[in-house]
């Protein structure tokens, strides 16, 4: 019992990494030149673990290693799909998003664009930056090009004013990016808009330079799986 066990643990792992493996290696960030490992590499690895054990465990006991073999290979295909997807995503934006000022980052599977106060928002204003139509309509076109994503849109102010003046401010300026994307074709329901005030700061609230990286807006963009 023991050593069928132990052979099963192996072929699991072998799996997985040959998940990895086939899934490709590295990719270079276009920003640094560094290389760094493919999110399509790490979504097939772990789809090909996670596959293989439901596989083994959904099995009978004299099929678990034929179980673990197919689960491996779908739960691969499946994190190696959604991965490749965000990357492809993440190229596009991070062309797009070139010289504008806004930074596209990357949090496992979710996109992530920090869009500054400079770019954004004029300080105590919902009223769109003149710069600001550009970057929300390249925005728009990589929505369009990758529509199976969900966008989370968060509202952010520096700490002048209430605390509840802000967090009307920030929701009213979600709310307006949200109506400019809508203008642009992307669906209602695939934007979530919140406010949270001054409350996540990312720089000090003591410069104009700190109150501008402040005053900001984050999108998250999540891919749906399903």
Known sequence: MKIRTHKLRL?????????????????TDPSTGESRVSKTTKGAGIGAAAGAVLGALTSSSNDRGK???????????????VGQYQDRQQRALEERMQNSGVEVKREGDTLKLVIPG???FPSGSSALSPQFYNVLNQVATTLAEYPSTQVQIVGHTDSVGSASS?????????????????AQGIASSRMQVEGVGSSTPIASNATSEGRAHNRRVEMKIIPVQG
Do not use: P, W
């Not at 072929?11 to 990719?27: D, N």
């Open 118 to 120: 400079n770019v954004s």
């Open 67 to 81: 179980g673990a073999l197919i689960g491996a290979t779908a739960g691969g295909l499946i994190g190696a799909g």
């Open 11 to 27: 072929k699991l792992v072998s799996l997985a990494f040959a998940a990895v493996m086939g899934a490709g290696c590295t990719t």
């Open 166 to 182: 802000n967090e009307q401010l920030s929701r009213t300026r979600a709310s307006a990016v949200s109506i400019y994307l809508g």
